[in-house]
């Protein structure tokens, strides 16, 4: 018998899947094509239930992925990318506003992954009961202009109905530095069924070695929600100016107002960009990360070229 369940966590050599709401643990052997498959989070696989064996993996929709673009480090790590998680419809980018301090450049990295794989972003910004009435950074306001944002309290429930609304239907894995919130609203989400991969009993479990457990959390409304280990240290080492345009559609819609239609909205005369910056109705944090990310994905091009 062959049945197919969804990837919760890997390790080597084998991972975990759920399938009727139950965990099992698989192994990759059998043919060579199976014994090479790299898993992510949120793959589908068919497998051999009694036998507790992987058959095969079906194609992904999506991608979320830690790029590592470097000619060099790509020999000695084998791989240029890693996938943090497959299949899912969005990320959830989790910030707070103190306690780590909201971080627009992390932001828009995590975002940018997001593009580059196929998903969604939403934004979360957490421990809203951390500051006063009006008192969220600017830049909160700047991206409710071009990305969902939920402004939560995961201690004092502030926004916690509305995310879950924003959840619904869809399969989002939460990305986002230690501390900031991610557990603890997870927590506070109330799932009707959870499943943390450290619970995992372990038929075949040797040389398994998992730090931190992963979750697999199903939300009232049949929202997924996976918070796994590796997200938390994305960094993009994109390559793709274009996935860069879909990151600040505040600053792409603006561009065609330049004088100069390759204009790099740097000291230009009459950039419409730089512009909205003196009027006050571009946040000036968005062109700063914005130069900060170009120059970045320009090194690793010219980088890329060289080596
Ligand atoms: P994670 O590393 O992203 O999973 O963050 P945690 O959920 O472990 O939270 C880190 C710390 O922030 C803990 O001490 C939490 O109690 C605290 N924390 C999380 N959410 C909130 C919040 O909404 N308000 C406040 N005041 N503290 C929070
Ligand atoms: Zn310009």
């Given at each position: ?64 992925a830690r790029l590592r673009p470097q000619a ?161 240290e994305i960094a993009t080492g994109s390559l ?68």
């Open positions: 018998m062959s049945v197919s369940g969804t990837v919760i966590s890997v390790f080597r050599g084998g991972c975990a899947v759920v399938f009727d709401e139950q965990i099992h643990e698989l192994t990759l052997t059998g043919s060579s094509a199976v014994q090479a498959l790299v898993l992510a989070v949120g793959d589908e696989v068919t497998f051999d239930p009694d036998r507790g064996v992987v058959e095969s993996q079906a194609p992904r929709r999506t991608e979320l060099g480090r790509q020999r000695r790590t084998g791989g240029a990318k890693k996938v943090l998680a497959a299949n899912m419809d969005a990320v959830a980018i989790v910030m707070s506003v103190v306690d780590p301090p909201f971080r627009s450049g992390a932001v828009d990295r995590f975002w940018l992954a997001a593009v580059e794989g196929g998903l969604e972003a939403i934004l979360i910004v957490n421990k809203v009961d951390r500051v006063g009435q009006g008192e969220l950074p600017d830049i909160v306001e700047a991206y409710k202009s071009v990305l969902p944002v939920f402004e939560t309290s995961a201690k004092g429930g502030q926004g916690l109905a509305e995310l879950a609304q924003g959840l619904r239907g869809k399969r989002t894995v939460f990305a986002g530095h230690s501390g900031v919130g991610k557990s603890s609203l997870l927590n506070s989400l109330q799932p009707e069924l959870r499943l943390a991969t450290g619970e995992v009993s372990s038929k075949t479990g040797k040389g398994r070695h998992t730090t931190t457990a992963a979750q697999w959390l199903r939300l009232p409304g049949g929202a997924i929600v996976v918070d796994t280990p590796g997200v938390r793709d100016e274009d996935a860069l345009e879909q990151v600040y559609p505040d600053i792409e819609a603006l561009a065609h107002e330049c004088r100069f239609r390759d204009c790099r909205h740097d000291t230009e005369p009459d950039c419409a960009v730089a512009n909205a910056v003196a009027e006050g109705s571009l946040h000036p944090g968005r062109l700063e990360s914005f130069a900060k990310l170009r120059e970045e994905i320009a090194a690793l091009a010219s980088e890329a070229r060289r080596t």
